[in-house]
C-alpha cells in the first residue's frame, strides 16, 4: 500500500491502541486518535504532525464532535472488562450505537474491530457484549472488518500479568476447575500485525475472523508451559469446590488484578475460547507465534525496560472516579495540607530523575515497609493496593499508574510530578512533586492534599497525622539525598 491514509483510532489509550499507533505512524498514516480524556494522551506522540486529537465519550452526547470527513479507515477498539456497572451491556451498545453515527457520516472505507472468539453457545455476558457490538458495527454504511481474539499474550497485558503473578508466587496452586478450559491464546505482535496487515484489504471487507495462535492450551497447561519457560517447578491441583465468587477474590489476592476485572475473567473463563480455521494469516504473510515465544518476547521487553502499554493503566485497573480531567486542579479550600520544602543538596537533574523513579521496584524512599502495609489494608478493603507497581522504569506518562496512585501531570521540562489516590479513602488525595526557585536556590516542594468526605474523613486524617508527618518528610529528604 503506498497511498498514506487519513486513520481514525479509537481506544488509544488503550492496552492494544497504544501499541497500534507507533506501527500507523511509521507507516507514514495520518492518525487521529479519538480520546476520553486527552490528558491521558502520550506526551511522546502528543506533538507528532501526523497526530492529532479528539476528545469524546461515546457515552454522553456527541451532536457537537466531528470526525473529518476525509477519513480513510476507522479502528474501534472501545470495550469495557468491568463488571462494576450491572448495565454495562446497554453502555457498551450506546457507544458503539454513537461512534457509528459519526462514522456514517464520513466517506470511510472501512471499520476494524477486535472483538472476542465467541463460538459457544453459552457466553459470558462480556462475550455476549462484544458480540452485540460486531453485530451494531455491521449495521453501519461503512464496511465492517472484525477481528476476534481470545487471550492475548505481551508484556503488560491483564492475562500475562495475572499468569506472572500465579507462577512467580505460587510453587503449589489449589485452582478452580476452569483451569482445565480450552483456549487459543495469541501473541500481541500478531494482534497488531493482522490489526495493520488488514487495512482496505477489499477481501475483508464485510467479514469476521478468527485470530488465535498456533497453540490450543487449557489455562493449566498455559500456566505449566509459562513456568517451564521460566525455569520454575510448579504443580496444580484443580478442585470443583471454588465458586466463581470464591474464585474471583482467589485471583483478586494473588494477583494484582482488580475485583471487577478478575469477576470478569473468571466468568469469561469459563467459556472455551477456541478460534474457527481461516487462512487470513497465510494471506497476510503473519507467522503466528507459539505460545511460549510469545511469553519469551514479553519477558524481554521487560528485561529491556520497554514495555509500552499495560492493562493496570487503563482505567479498569482503578476503582474510583476514572475522569481525570476533574482531579487535574488541586484544591485548597477545605483541605488538609502537608507540605515540604527541601532545598536541594545536589545536582536538580539527579533530583528529578529520582522523583521519576518513584514507585514500582524503587518504592517510596521512606517507609516501604509503612507503604506495603498500607497497600495490603488498601487491598483488603477491596482497593487496587500496591501491586500495580508502575508500567515502565525509565518514563512516567500522564495517566499511568504508580503503586496505588494515578499520573495527573507529567510534565519534566516543568519539572513537576501530580499524582491523585487511587486507593480507599474516605476523601480524595493527591500528591504534588515540584522543583522550584526560591531567593536564588532551588527546592524540592512536595506537598500531599487531602480533602475529607464527611467526619470519617476528618478523623482519618487526624489518626494518620502522625504517620504523615515522619514519612513524608523522610521521603522528601531522601528523594533529594538520594544517589545511585
Given at each position: 500500500?503506498t497511498?498514506?491514509l487519513?486513520?481514525?483510532l479509537t481506544?488509544a489509550?488503550?492496552?492494544?491502541?497504544?501499541?497500534?499507533?507507533?506501527?500507523l505512524?511509521?507507516?507514514?498514516?495520518q492518525?487521529?486518535?479519538?480520546?476520553r480524556?486527552t490528558?491521558r494522551?502520550s506526551?511522546?506522540y502528543r506533538?507528532?504532525?501526523n497526530?492529532?486529537?479528539?476528545q469524546?465519550d461515546?457515552?454522553?452526547?456527541c451532536k457537537?464532535?466531528?470526525?473529518?470527513?476525509d477519513?480513510?479507515?476507522a479502528?474501534y477498539?472501545?470495550h469495557?472488562?468491568?463488571d462494576?456497572?450491572?448495565?454495562?451491556?446497554?453502555?457498551?451498545?450506546k457507544s458503539a450505537?454513537?461512534?457509528?453515527?459519526?462514522?456514517?457520516?464520513?466517506?470511510?472505507?472501512?471499520?476494524?474491530?477486535l472483538?472476542?472468539i465467541?463460538?459457544q453457545?453459552?457466553?459470558?455476558r462480556?462475550?455476549s457484549s462484544r458480540?452485540n457490538?460486531?453485530?451494531?458495527?455491521r449495521g453501519?454504511?461503512?464496511p465492517?472488518?472484525s477481528l476476534n481474539a481470545g487471550?492475548?499474550?505481551?508484556?503488560?497485558?491483564s492475562?500475562?500479568?495475572?499468569?506472572?503473578?500465579?507462577v512467580?508466587k505460587?510453587?503449589?496452586?489449589?485452582?478452580?476447575?476452569?483451569?482445565n478450559?480450552?483456549?487459543?491464546p495469541?501473541a500481541i505482535r500478531?494482534?497488531i500485525?493482522?490489526?495493520?496487515?488488514?487495512?482496505?484489504k477489499a477481501?475483508?471487507f464485510?467479514k469476521?475472523?478468527?485470530i488465535?495462535g498456533?497453540d490450543?492450551l487449557s489455562?493449566?497447561?498455559m500456566l505449566?508451559?509459562?513456568a517451564?519457560?521460566?525455569k520454575?517447578?510448579?504443580?496444580?491441583?484443580?478442585?470443583p469446590?471454588l465458586t466463581p465468587?470464591?474464585?474471583?477474590?482467589w485471583?483478586?489476592?494473588i494477583?494484582?488484578?482488580s475485583?471487577?476485572?478478575a469477576v470478569n475473567?473468571?466468568?469469561?473463563m469459563k467459556v472455551?475460547?477456541v478460534?474457527r480455521?481461516n487462512?487470513?494469516?497465510?494471506?497476510?504473510?503473519?507467522?503466528?507465534?507459539?505460545?511460549?515465544?510469545?511469553?519469551?518476547?514479553?519477558?524481554?521487553?521487560i528485561?529491556q525496560?520497554?514495555?509500552?502499554?499495560s492493562?493496570k493503566?487503563?482505567?479498569?485497573?482503578?476503582?474510583?472516579?476514572s475522569?481525570l480531567l476533574?482531579?487535574?486542579?488541586v484544591p485548597?479550600?477545605?483541605?488538609f495540607?502537608?507540605?515540604v520544602?527541601?532545598?536541594?543538596?545536589?545536582?536538580s537533574?539527579?533530583?528529578?530523575e529520582?522523583?521519576?523513579?518513584i514507585g514500582?521496584?524503587?518504592?517510596?524512599y521512606?517507609?516501604?515497609?509503612l507503604w506495603?502495609?498500607r497497600g495490603?489494608?488498601d487491598?483488603?478493603?477491596g482497593?487496587?493496593g500496591?501491586?500495580?507497581?508502575?508500567?515502565?522504569e525509565?518514563s512516567?506518562?500522564?495517566?499511568?499508574?504508580?503503586?496505588?496512585?494515578?499520573?495527573?501531570?507529567a510534565n519534566?521540562?516543568?519539572?513537576?510530578?501530580?499524582?491523585?489516590?487511587e486507593m480507599?479513602?474516605?476523601?480524595?488525595?493527591?500528591?504534588?512533586?515540584q522543583l522550584?526557585?526560591k531567593?536564588?536556590?532551588e527546592?524540592?516542594?512536595?506537598?500531599?492534599?487531602?480533602r475529607?468526605?464527611?467526619l470519617a474523613?476528618?478523623?482519618y486524617?487526624y489518626?494518620?497525622?502522625p504517620f504523615?508527618?515522619?514519612?513524608?518528610?523522610?521521603?522528601?529528604?531522601?528523594i533529594?539525598?538520594?544517589?545511585?
Amino acid at each position: 500500500m503506498t497511498r498514506k491514509l487519513k486513520i481514525l483510532l479509537t481506544g488509544a489509550n488503550g492496552y492494544i491502541g497504544k501499541r497500534l499507533l507507533p506501527v500507523l505512524i511509521d507507516q507514514g498514516h495520518q492518525v487521529v486518535c479519538c480520546l476520553r480524556d486527552t490528558n491521558r494522551f502520550s506526551s511522546h506522540y502528543r506533538e507528532h504532525p501526523n497526530v492529532s486529537l479528539i476528545q469524546v465519550d461515546f457515552l454522553k452526547s456527541c451532536k457537537d464532535i466531528k470526525f473529518p470527513e476525509d477519513t480513510d479507515v476507522a479502528y474501534y477498539l472501545i470495550h469495557s472488562m468491568s463488571d462494576k456497572n450491572s448495565e454495562f451491556e446497554k453502555m457498551e451498545a450506546k457507544s458503539a450505537e454513537s461512534f457509528l453515527t459519526l462514522l456514517n457520516k464520513t466517506k470511510a472505507r472501512q471499520l476494524i474491530y477486535l472483538g472476542g472468539i465467541a463460538n459457544q453457545e453459552k457466553l459470558s455476558r462480556h462475550l455476549s457484549s462484544r458480540k452485540n457490538v460486531e453485530q451494531i458495527l455491521r449495521g453501519g454504511t461503512v464496511p465492517l472488518t472484525s477481528l476476534n481474539a481470545g487471550i492475548i499474550v505481551g508484556s503488560g497485558s491483564s492475562s500475562f500479568e495475572i499468569i506472572r503473578d500465579l507462577v512467580e508466587k505460587l510453587p503449589v496452586m489449589i485452582a478452580p476447575k476452569w483451569l482445565n478450559t480450552k483456549t487459543q491464546p495469541i501473541a500481541i505482535r500478531n494482534v497488531i500485525e493482522f490489526l495493520s496487515g488488514i487495512l482496505l484489504k477489499a477481501d475483508t471487507f464485510g467479514k469476521s475472523y478468527d485470530i488465535g495462535g498456533p497453540d490450543v492450551l487449557s489455562y493449566k497447561e498455559m500456566l505449566l508451559q509459562f513456568a517451564e519457560v521460566r525455569k520454575l517447578k510448579r504443580k496444580i491441583f484443580t478442585v470443583p469446590a471454588l465458586t466463581p465468587r470464591l474464585s474471583s477474590y482467589w485471583l483478586y489476592f494473588i494477583t494484582n488484578t482488580s475485583y471487577n476485572l478478575a469477576v470478569n475473567l473468571v466468568n469469561s473463563m469459563k467459556v472455551e475460547v477456541v478460534a474457527r480455521q481461516n487462512n487470513l494469516h497465510i494471506d497476510l504473510g503473519i507467522r503466528l507465534l507459539t505460545y511460549k515465544e510469545a511469553v519469551n518476547m514479553a519477558f524481554q521487553k521487560i528485561e529491556q525496560r520497554n514495555v509500552v502499554s499495560s492493562w493496570k493503566d487503563s482505567i479498569i485497573s482503578s476503582a474510583g472516579n476514572s475522569n481525570l480531567l476533574m482531579n487535574i486542579k488541586v484544591p485548597e479550600n477545605g483541605c488538609f495540607i502537608n507540605r515540604v520544602e527541601i532545598p536541594l543538596l545536589q545536582d536538580s537533574e539527579r533530583v528529578l530523575e529520582n522523583i521519576w523513579s518513584i514507585g514500582g521496584q524503587r518504592g517510596w524512599y521512606y517507609g516501604n515497609v509503612l507503604w506495603k502495609i498500607r497497600g495490603f489494608i488498601d487491598k483488603l478493603a477491596g482497593g487496587v493496593g500496591l501491586r500495580r507497581g508502575r508500567t515502565n522504569e525509565n518514563s512516567i506518562n500522564e495517566g499511568d499508574t504508580l503503586d496505588f496512585w494515578r499520573v495527573l501531570v507529567a510534565n519534566k521540562i516543568g519539572r513537576r510530578l501530580l499524582l491523585f489516590a487511587e486507593m480507599k479513602l474516605p476523601g480524595e488525595a493527591w500528591l504534588d512533586f515540584q522543583l522550584l526557585k526560591k531567593n536564588n536556590m532551588e527546592y524540592l516542594i512536595q506537598t500531599a492534599t487531602f480533602r475529607p468526605k464527611g467526619l470519617a474523613g476528618r478523623i482519618y486524617w487526624y489518626l494518620m497525622l502522625p504517620f504523615h508527618t515522619f514519612i513524608f518528610k523522610g521521603m522528601a529528604s531522601n528523594i533529594v539525598r538520594y544517589s545511585k
